[in-house]
T-cell receptor, first 115, second 114 residues
Framework: NAGVTQTPKFQVLKTGQSMTLQCAQD?????MSWYRQDPGMGLRLIHY???????DQGEVPNGYNVSRSTTEDFPLRLLSAAPSQTSVYFC??????????????FGEGSWLTVV | AQSVTQLDSQVPVFEEAPVELRCNYSSSVSVYLFWYVQYPNQGLQLLLK??????LVKGINGFEAEFNKSQTSFHLRKPSVHISDTAEYFC????????????FGKGTKLTVNP
């Protein structure tokens, strides 16, 4: 009963380093997305995907890359980490709702600190 | 563009007291509305959602919310809270045509004291 799985849970990076946050879901969901959560800011959408090979930008995409080669996986890449990217990152997935308002499922989060 | 305002950043209450967490939204089109709960160091879990129909929506853990179109509000209520309800609560809105893309409020931290 895995749902949405994120790795790693905690990571410390030095400024300028690169890394990838992994996200996998086992519910055969077409839609996947990445949010970042900052104190007092709520969650803000970084990138999203409506299916394999299709990605698009959200509200705060700068500094992040994504790709979607399979339905199950949606990795988030930081090419050159900056202290402003210190945050908690959440991956989410859902079936495409087509107006039905399907439930969105969230992973447990990845805590990233950039020093 | 859609936006969500959660009017209180922190709400302290005593156990067994009623609570209301306020949420107002701004949108030029019809919307879907959601409340999510986040327990410490965990992901978000859906409490309830309004898509259409009855304006009073019941969710999990005894929570309910009322959609008020004229006041563009979707306040969350519980008649009697427990210590275990201590968490952060997020109101979110989406466009029915693209309802996977949620716009979140900044959150309300509910603290239930004994």
């Amino acid at each position: 009963n895995a749902g949405v799985t994120q790795t790693p849970k905690f990571q410390v990076l030095k400024t300028g380093q690169s890394m990838t946050l992994q996200c996998a879901q086992d519910m055969n969901h077409e839609y996947m997305s990445w949010y970042r959560q900052d104190p007092g800011m709520g969650l803000r959408l970084i990138h999203y995907s409506v299916g394999a090979g299709i990605t698009d930008q959200g509200e705060v995409p700068n500094g992040y890359n994504v790709s979607r080669s399979t339905t199950e996986d949606f990795p988030l890449r930081l090419l050159s980490a900056a202290p402003s990217q210190t945050s908690v990152y959440f991956c989410a997935s859902s079936a495409l709702s087509r107006g039905l308002g399907n439930t969105i499922y969230f992973g447990e989060g990845s805590w990233l600190t950039v020093v | 563009a859609q936006s969500v305002t959660q009017l209180d950043s922190q709400v302290p209450v005593f156990e067994e007291a009623p609570v209301e967490l306020r949420c107002n939204y701004s949108s030029s089109v019809s919307v879907y509305l959601f409340w999510y709960v986040q327990y410490p160091n965990q992901g978000l879990q859906l409490l309830l959602k309004y898509l259409s129909g009855s304006t009073l929506v019941k969710g999990i853990n005894g929570f309910e919310a009322e959609f008020n179109k004229s006041q563009t509000s979707f306040h969350l209520r519980k008649p009697s809270v427990h210590i275990s309800d201590t968490a952060e609560y997020f109101c979110a809105v989406s466009d029915p045509g693209g309802s996977e893309k949620l716009v979140f409020g900044k959150g309300t931290k509910l603290t239930v004291n004994p």
